[in-house]
């Protein structure tokens, strides 16, 4: 929750320099926004194109391409995954 809350504070901090030096964003934020969503998901069309060809399903190419993980982030209340690296617990 920490990163989208930096998130949001760097988006804000850049906001009121836009607004101090009169400068206007370089886009609408709705297609920015369109625009950033579209390349997240264009990342994802070679992987999941990978497994359909080795013969998978588009659900089982989706979900071994790890596409919701990439587009939408670790989410809030998610456990990290095995393949990530943790830190050994203290006295260990």
């Known amino acids: ?40 998901l264009g990342e994802q069309v070679v992987p999941v194109a990978r497994h359909l060809l080795k013969g998978d399903g588009l659900r089982a190419a989706i979900g071994l391409a790890d596409c919701s993980d990439h587009v939408l982030g670790q989410l809030p209340g998610r456990k990290a995954s095995a393949s990530e690296g943790h830190e050994a617990p203290p006295g260990s």
């Open 1 to 40: 929750m920490k990163l989208y809350f930096a998130s949001l504070g760097a988006g804000l901090l850049v906001g009121i320099v836009y607004s101090l030096i009169n400068v206007r964003s370089p886009a609408p934020p709705v297609v920015a926004l369109v625009g950033l969503f579209g390349i997240l």
